[in-house]
């Protein structure tokens, strides 16, 4: 692995780290506040609008640095081609060497993010089962991160100086 390809790895771990340390954070604040309805998704004081707002943004951004370029590279380093190649064939890659447990999961979260990116805050009541399941369902997205991460460190990074 030559030293541009562990920088950009390093740098997409630092900006994924960032953003789930704050997904982290805002998870613990809004605890209390689920499982939403309708009724409560209205009538959220400002503070927490806030805190779901950052909780969504930063879901969003960590799911956008995985798939733009955490995934990418991790992929290309598992086969040792960084040539471009359609996302589904990079999830595939992680899947089958055990970086990842499933690729259709990744599906579903991206599925989920558009939905809550479609309908927020056009209709409160599916807004508010959306933002549920995104509670619910967020963990896999870090799990999914943590994953990745741990397969580098132990087993690509090794490779760093070959």
Request: charged share 30%; with cysteine; glycine share 4%.
């Amino acid at each position: 692995m030559n030293d541009v390809i562990l920088a950009k790895v390093e740098l997409s771990k630092k900006k994924c780290d960032s953003h789930l340390e704050k997904m982290n954070k805002a998870s613990v604040g809004l605890k209390p506040v689920f499982p939403l309805t309708e009724h409560a998704l209205k009538n959220l004081a400002d503070e927490t609008v806030t805190l779901l707002d950052q909780f969504l943004y930063r879901f969003m951004k960590l799911q956008d640095a995985m798939g733009t370029r955490f995934i990418p590279v991790i992929a290309g380093l598992i086969i040792g081609n960084n040539d471009p190649r359609p996302f589904i064939d990079n999830l595939n890659i992680l899947e089958k060497n055990g970086a990842i447990d499933s690729a259709e999961k990744w599906q579903e979260l991206r599925n989920l993010r558009n939905r809550l990116a479609h309908e927020y805050p056009d209709d409160i009541g599916q807004t508010a089962d959306a933002f549920n399941m995104l509670m619910t369902e967020w963990t896999y997205l870090r799990d999914m991160y943590l994953s990745i991460k741990g397969y580098f460190d132990q087993r690509l990074a090794t490779d760093k100086h070959r």
